[in-house]
């Protein structure tokens, strides 16, 4: 066999095995912490104001979003990274602080899509629920900012028919 050919198998086989790859076994699982540290016994200091959400998961109180990233973010992203608009310090806040924003203007989502996906953040990923309030405020905003794509250059493709 070629070594060129060699080479080739051997990658195509290693991104083979690590896409099939579900259980973890060849690659290092990342587990983000679903539930608060446990707290010491000192009482904590009374807060200024709101922190990042460290500690996933719970319930958010009114107001409550977190206005600064945690210290564990793992992305440069700022706020002005969204576009401007009503919810834009809300959403940066409450989803940067787990991503960054490239991840959520990749997206193109219908405002159903991203209520699923900001429940399955809620769900499966351990992120604190905002109030409805908040919650309905960060959706109008990636619905308004983000909405699904036009798939080809004129809108319907008309061989698609």
Not at 31 to 53: G, K, N, R, V
Not at 73 to 94: C, R, V, W
Not at 103 to 120: C, D, N, P, T
Not at 132 to 155: C, N, W
Request: hydrophobic letters at 40%; proline letters at 9%; a positive charge.
């Amino acid at each position: 066999m070629k070594p060129i050919t060699a080479i080739t198998v051997s990658i195509l086989s290693l991104a083979v095995a690590l896409m099939l790859d579900r259980g973890s076994g060849l690659r290092p699982r990342i587990d983000i912490p679903h539930t608060a540290p446990a707290s010491s016994t000192a009482p904590a200091p009374a807060a200024t104001a709101p922190q990042a959400s460290s500690a996933r998961g719970g319930t958010l109180a009114k107001g409550a979003i977190p206005r600064n990233l945690p210290p564990d973010a793992n992305h440069q992203d700022t706020i002005d990274s969204l576009p401007a608009g009503k919810g834009q310090e809300e959403t940066f806040y409450m989803c940067a602080a787990c991503h960054g924003t490239a991840l959520i203007k990749q997206q193109g989502l219908s405002r159903e899509l991203w209520e699923a996906s900001f429940q399955l953040m809620i769900d499966r990923h351990g992120m604190a629920k905002p109030d409805d309030a908040d919650r309905t405020l960060i959706i109008d905003y990636l619905a308004e900012h983000f909405p699904p794509r036009r798939k080809g250059r004129g809108g319907d493709n008309p061989f698609l028919k």
